[in-house]
């Protein structure tokens, strides 16, 4: 009987010791698009990337193994900074844009010098993540601030904002050299954006955009007034000239009628209203008889 109640303990034991190994372990786990994978044992990583794939965990009974994955995707980074521009005693504020991937050179080394963390879709234990933003931020964020603070400070307020897309050119050019070099990232891109420049800025250039603006309407208007005096005193020379014209008109006109007035004319014109006084007398004479200024005899009335 003890051997019987011995066997069936042994039985029951197994199959539960199955069970657990069955259901604890063999789990199905998944690597996506734009991560690696690595997997965890109890004696650390095993050697080797994986890409993306889907795959069962090998079974275990006291540890299980873990898939721990790293973000490797590109994602774009904006960081707003003040920077004191010693030239101009001043501060302008500006965002630093940067477009980063994981370098594929430097994965391996990431395993090992960032622990993950759980993955938060994910609640069965057997997936852990190295976030993206943890790799940013242990590694580059420091980097991209500092380095475009130093950069940018090197020049004038006034050459910053004349020669803007210059020096983003150059500020490009050096953060991908740093960023490449100092970090596990590779850049894809790196730019400036969002100057604010300080107000005593602003206004000093609205100030001169105004006294500008004034200046060019002083000279509009000074245009204006030069041509409406122009005209008025082209017009006061036409009205000068044809006044002129009419008096010289009229001067050469009486000149020639004083011309055609002659003593000849003078007498002429005398005799010819004698003559016509004569034609109309009807031979009565007058008792007083008396000639006026052209010689013509009338009878003066009594």
């Not at 690595?38 to 080797?48: C, D, E």
């Not at 980074?77 to 477009?99: G, W, Y």
């Amino acid at each position: 009987m003890f051997k019987s109640l011995f066997r069936r303990w042994a039985v029951t034991a197994s199959l539960a010791i199955a069970t657990v190994f069955m259901t604890g372990c063999g789990e199905r786990v998944q690597v996506p698009p734009s991560f690696s994978g690595k997997i965890m044992t109890q004696n650390g990583y095993q050697k080797g990337m994986l890409g993306a794939s889907a795959f069962r965990l090998d079974a275990c009974l006291n540890y299980c193994d873990k898939l721990v994955l790293l973000d490797k995707s590109d994602k774009a980074v904006s960081e707003s900074i003040d920077i004191f521009m010693p030239e101009d005693k001043l501060v302008i504020s500006v965002s630093i844009n940067t477009a980063l991937a994981v370098n594929p050179l430097k994965q391996d080394a990431l395993f090992t010098s960032i622990p993950p963390t759980e993955t938060p879709d994910k609640e069965d234990g057997n997936t852990m993540t190295i976030a993206w933003k943890t790799i940013y931020d242990t590694y580059a964020k420091q980097i991209i601030t500092s380095e475009s603070r130093e950069f940018l400070s090197k020049y004038s307020i006034a050459y910053l904002s004349s020669n803007l897309e210059a020096v983003t050119t150059l500020l490009r050019n050096h953060l991908t050299q740093v960023i490449n070099a100092r970090t596990p990232f590779v850049v894809r891109y790196a730019g400036l954006s969002n100057v604010k420049y300080p107000q005593i800025i602003i206004t000093s250039q609205e100030n001169t955009a105004t006294r500008r603006e004034q200046i060019q309407t002083e000279e509009a208007q000074l245009q204006i007034s030069k041509v409406k005096l122009q005209r008025e005193l082209q017009e006061a020379q036409l009205t000068r000239q044809i006044e002129i014209e009419k008096a010289q008109t009229a001067a050469a006109g009486n000149r020639a009628e004083a011309e055609t007035i002659t003593p000849a004319l003078l007498e002429r014109q005398r005799l010819d209203n004698q003559r016509a006084w004569i034609e109309k007398w009807n031979g009565a004479l007058p008792g007083e008889v008396t000639a006026d200024t052209f010689g013509r005899f009338y009878q003066p009335t009594k």
